[in-house]
């Protein structure tokens, strides 16, 4: 059995290969987390001055999303040069000394790997536009030729997953209307052409450059799209429909995009590059497929961990919550990888607002969830993004965030590694007035009047209850903050016994100092709104899903999400217990 002990009291805590198995890892969203310089922007070295709250949060790692060059058409997402930071953001020696800030607080960094697609200001992509059909240029990107009598139609009618065509049409150097080149997501992200051995030999190099600079781990974006069957003639959009087996969709891999076989010829590679390092390099690959077929990505072959995003979708319920549990603590032995919990990340409704809504209209979809293995548009039938489904005045915000603070109490005792998103240890919520003037999501703007987009969790942090853009910097925030921001900033909840901060805090140190091996037992309850669960060392978790008060077993209540009544558990709570094994 696996132990994480080692890492944490040795003075070899760094060289543990197996930290990840069962880290807390907390997800930065760069440009929003903290501006050192002022700029409206979240910046490098805002991580930097940050160190000390991320030590005393008490968690293992951070995952840092793009921070790469951007003309942010895509949050980042869109990459100009793989091996920079922003300037916007810092420089490289800026990266530099995060790093060993952070590494000098025992916290690990997993930096966003973006391969499926490269921004168009990539200077390969600015090549390819530059040079000729048939060129070696083009080759590294999906250019085809287009359909009709002069090529006007786009090869096939597929839609991209932010809304909209999935080809557009260039113009050649000389002016003329030329061939089409692929991109899933937005217009400004061309799909990179992964048969091309150039390519995979960059990626190398990338993957290299950041583990030298000492990147503990990676985060793979859309890790099921890069491999494409675009053997002639494409099918169309009614062709693929036909050919999904159900809600199923296409979970054999014969889809021309998503999730093929042969993307694992990529991971295994990288496997290699990975295992040169001491300890090797992890990887945790970021793929909405059928359960089925999510082991594929989770093996140690390949990168060795895969997000299962099962509880983020599902309701607040002890039924739904118990099958997912249990299903993924089996898989993932299946697999030798250790098990993915999130409930909250920087493409979803944040969790908090989710379980405040009604059910039914509290389905969290992000974009990716938008792209349905069919490769259709389940996800844009008005239920997708915030409020779609239910107005912004159903929303129930106390009720919402006791869930929230129950559900992570549950989640933080779970064996396997817990994602955490920034804001969501302040309790935040979605912030839904943001003004359409100021979105800058393209999935909002690509869907005019659909969807409203992910803009709402990725409004900077308020870290003081006052002065500018609440201790965000000192130049106001790039996306608007709410007036009840000053209510969640961490000045106020600091050292303020039942906050959800020092309830995160709180849980944290004890989930490090409790947690021993990957084993888990459910404990009968009688009660089919109450999940009781164990794990060695007599650490006993219980939720209340129900709405009227239980009794909690014999022990110590080390931690509750809420205060308790008269010793019981009240509806939408969860305790930890320990007492002797
Ligand atoms: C998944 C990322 O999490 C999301 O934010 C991004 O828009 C798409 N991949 C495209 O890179």
Redesign the pocket.
Known sequence: MFSTKAHRTGADRMSDPNWWRQAAVYQIYPRSFYDANGDGLGDIKGVTAKVPYLKELGIDAVWLSPFYPSALA??G?DVDDYRNVDPKLGTLEDFDEMAAALHAAGIRIVVDI?P??SSDRHEWFKEALASPKGSAARERYIFRDGRGENGELPPSDWDSVFGGPIWDRITEPDGTPGQWYMHI?AKE?PDFNWENPEIREDFLKTLRFWSDRGVDGFRI??AHGMAKDLSEPLPMKADLEAKAHGTDGFADGSHPFWDRDEVHEVYAEWRKLFNEYNPPRTAVA?AWVHETRRARYASPEGLGQAFNFDLLQSDFDAASFKKIIADNLVAAKESGASSTWVFS???VVRHATRYGLPKGGSVAQG??AAQDVTGGTKGQDGKGWLLAGAPAEELDVELGLRRARAATLLLLALPGSAYLYQGEELGLREVSEIPDAERQDPSFFRNPGVEIG?DGCRVPLPWTADGSSFGFGAGGAHLPQPEWFKDYAVSKQEGVEGSTLELYRTALRLRSELQTDEELEWVETGNQDVLHFSRPGGWHTVTNFGSDPVELPDGDVVVSSGPLDNGKLPADTTAWVVRDA
Request: charged residues 30%; glycine residues 6%.
């Open positions: 895509d949050g997402y973006v499926n697609h997501f992200q974006d859309v970021e990340n920087h493409d974009t990716n992910r």
